[in-house]
């Protein structure tokens, strides 16, 4: 079980970690000095934060960067904790961009753009030095081309990972610990919602979960309704790190933690009796298991997002921040 599941799951998820981290800091280095203001001077009101929260997490590839980054704001006081609310709606749907991009199963490009993206990095690293080219040398452009192609790099990397961590699926479901979870999922799947959060809050990843649903359900190792039940508990426990971020800063910043708790746990309960419906649209969508599970995700925090939305306008939220 340790040679057959538990290294080469612990390898994929290391390579697949790296890959989200690498392109998290290589878009950040992007957007990073664009970011604070964008956030500062976009957020008037909660659908204006909706559409830019939305926008920098898709850009990001990560909706705890954004939100911590929300949450750094408030505690500094540069932003109020009224105007972090659309953002938070926002950062759900965003999110949705890579659990889709995975759902593409592009796991061949994963070799190509791995070259590409290193012939990319050689490429400005040797116009970056060479003195016979100083214009180029000193382009402006030219730390745009090497963030991008560390992306490409990440993306290639998260690929990688997930193909590795998938190729374990035979052996889980041989596995005596996963035919008792799916025993127990088959009489409640509320084990599948506290399985998804439990997972998420340790690996602080909510796409490295999902990822490794897609898997299985593609394999047939867990049923369609089973595996929507986890990524509900994904969007659940991806809160953990929002709340790990706001320990010993001011009210505001924990309100913005705490506002994100509410509206993906009020969610997830919410859309745990539908789980047929979600299973039978996303059908409609997709005829890929793996395209369900990530059509799913999508469905779940756009609706969740919007039915939010109406009640970020109440007075009550304005009253709560101590800034305003």
């Not at 934060?49 to 505690?75: D, E, H, P, Y």
């Not at 590409?116 to 402006?140: C, D, H, K, Q």
């Not at 290639?156 to 997930?162: D, E, F, V």
Request: charged share 5%; glycine share 10%.
């Amino acid at each position: 079980m340790v040679q057959t599941i538990l290294i080469p799951m612990l390898l994929g998820f290391s390579v697949f970690m790296c890959g989200m981290k690498l392109m998290e800091l290589a878009l950040h280095r992007l957007a990073g000095p664009y970011l604070t203001g964008i956030l500062k001077r976009s957020t008037a009101t909660p659908i204006h934060g909706l559409a830019i929260g939305t926008v920098t997490t898709a850009f990001l590839q990560s909706s705890t960067a954004v939100t911590v980054i929300a949450i750094g704001m408030v505690n500094a006081g540069l932003l109020t904790f009224p105007r972090t609310l659309g953002i938070i709606l926002g950062t759900n749907i965003g999110t949705c961009i890579t659990t889709e991009l995975i759902g593409l199963n592009l796991n061949k490009l994963a070799v190509p753009l791995l070259i590409l993206s290193i012939g990319m990095w050689l490429l400005t690293a040797l116009l970056g030095e060479l003195r016979l080219f100083p214009v180029v040398r000193n382009a402006r452009w030219l730390p745009a081309v090497r963030s991008t192609s560390v992306v490409l790099c990440g993306f290639a990397l998260l690929l990688t990972g997930m193909t590795m961590m998938q190729g374990v699926g035979s052996a889980v479901q041989d596995s005596p610990m996963f035919s008792w979870f799916l025993g127990k999922a088959n009489e409640s799947l509320w084990w599948g919602l506290a399985a998804g959060a439990l997972l998420t809050a340790a690996v602080h990843s909510s796409a490295a979960v999902i990822g490794i649903i897609m898997g299985f359900v593609s394999i047939g190792a867990m049923p369609i309704e089973l595996g929507i039940a986890v990524v509900l508990g994904a969007n659940i426990g991806t809160c953990a790190t929002a709340l790990l971020a706001s320990i010993g800063g001011t009210k505001a910043g924990q309100y913005v933690a705490w506002s994100h708790v509410i509206l993906n746990a009020g969610g997830a309960l919410l859309f745990m009796p539908f789980i047929g419906e979600l299973a039978t649209i996303s059908e409609w969508i997709s005829s890929s298991a793996a395209g369900q599970i990530a059509h799913t995700q999508t469905i779940f925090n756009i609706l969740s997002s919007l039915i939010a939305l109406p009640f970020c306008y109440l007075p009550t939220f304005r009253r709560l921040d101590p800034v305003t």
